[in-house]
Structure formats: C-alpha cells, structure tokens
C-alpha cells in the first residue's frame, strides 16, 4: 500500500495512510489491540515526514536530532475488526519552536474509531529537547500551507 497526501473539503493539509488489520494486530476475539492504535499513528507520522521530504534515519545521522512523542491523549470511538480497510488521517494543528502538535484519526469508511492528539518534539543526541532546525519547520509549513499537496 502506498501512502497518499489529501486535502479534505475543509482545505485543511492531512496525510492519509491507508492500512490492513492483520491477525497480528487483534486480540482473541478479532478486535484490533487498543496498543496497535498507537502504532498505526506512528506509520502515518512517519509517512508524513516521508512526504514532505524528511528521512528519520538520514535527518538523525545528519543532525543528531530525532523525532519523540511527548504527549498522546487517544479517544477510543469504536473497535476496528481482523480485515478491516483503515484509513489513518494526520493533519498538523500547530507548528512550535521545538514542537509539532497532530491530530491523527483513524477511520474505517469514513468512520472515526480512534481520534488522537500527538505532539512531538524534537531530542538531540543528549536527550534533551532541542528547537525545531528551520528545514524542518519550513517542510511542515509548506505542507500546511499547500493543503497537503506537494
């Protein structure tokens, strides 16, 4: 599966992931594991980042800076199932000066089943939080002000 760059109607900039649930991703009863969420939002952010030109591996070796998840608030709507179609949408809600906040939705038909506020940051090689490099906070402007479009 390839990841697509959308817009919705609102013109807001998203990333959309599409994704399988795999028996791996499902409990017993055939219920996608409330950690696997977490995991397909991670894909999308990764993804996006992919889009708009970033490589983690090739950014951290370059800078010694990498990307962290600082804070996650997950809402669980309704359970995805063993085979289902996802759809994981990311749009960036604000650009800080050592962090991005993202709502990420993951959808089944257009049905929201988890909505999730993320905010990461950016770590140098001493752990310690460091401002976002101007290339970075230039790709994520141009992807919000693009629409999501390249």
């Known amino acids: 599966m390839t990841a697509a760059v959308r817009a919705p109607a609102s ?9 399988s649930v795999y028996w791996e991703d499902t409990d017993a009863g055939g219920i996608v ?6 995991r397909y939002a991670e894909r999308g952010r990764t993804e996006l ?8 591996r090739e950014f951290a070796a ?8 600082r804070r996650v608030e997950a809402e ?33 038909d257009g049905e929201d089943l988890v ?8 770590v140098n090689d001493r752990g ?3 401002r976002l490099p101007p290339v970075v906070a230039r790709a994520f402007r141009k992807f919000a002000s693009d629409g999501g479009g390249s």
Request: aromatic share 6%.
């Open 76 to 108: 669980y709507l309704a359970p995805a199932r063993l085979e289902d179609r996802l759809d994981v949408v990311t749009r960036l809600v604000e650009i800080g000066g050592a962090s991005v906040d993202m709502e990420q939705v993951i959808r089944r």
């Open 33 to 38: 594991y409330y950690a696997n969420y977490l």
């Open 11 to 19: 013109s807001e900039a998203c990333h959309v992931l599409p994704v």
């Open 62 to 69: 370059e800078t010694g800076i990498v990307f962290a998840v």
């Open 49 to 56: 980042l992919r889009a708009i030109g970033i490589r983690q």
């Open 128 to 130: 310690r939080a460091t």
């Open 115 to 122: 909505r999730m506020m993320i905010r990461i940051v950016c």
